[in-house]
């Protein structure tokens, strides 16, 4: 069973930075591509960025410059730096993972901008 942790959410001033990390568990398929979600209260999940296993990544219009996404294949982790945080970025981060065609996610981790 595909599982996926996440982790590194907390509360952070405007202007910081988290770094979220996503444990990736019960597969060792090659072929896949992750990504970060997030859901603010009242408003649809939407992605973040993502990562293919061939090593290509984007970011949302709304995170570029901001957010890096990267792995770390032998551990079998992804992450997401978050820097420059606004409170806008306020929301639970969702990893999810799709190889052959199946949909993993993670349970979320709550990120609040907040002074």
């Known amino acids: 069973q595909v599982q996926l942790v996440e982790s590194g959410g907390g509360l952070v001033q405007p202007g910081g930075s988290l770094r979220l990390s996503c444990a990736v568990s019960?597969?060792?398929?090659?072929?896949?591509?992750m990504s970060w979600h997030r859901q603010a209260p009242g408003r649809q999940r939407e992605l973040v960025a993502f990562i293919t296993s061939g090593g290509v990544t984007d970011v949302a219009d709304s995170v570029k410059g901001r957010f890096t996404i990267s792995r770390d294949n032998v551990k079998n982790t992804m992450f997401l730096q978050m820097n420059s945080l606004k409170p806008e970025d306020t929301a639970v981060y969702y990893c999810?993972?799709?190889?052959?065609?199946?949909?993993?996610w993670g349970q979320g981790t709550q990120v609040t901008v907040s002074s």
């Open positions: 999810k993972r799709v190889s052959g065609g199946i949909a993993r």
């Open positions: 019960g597969t060792s398929s090659s072929v896949y591509t």
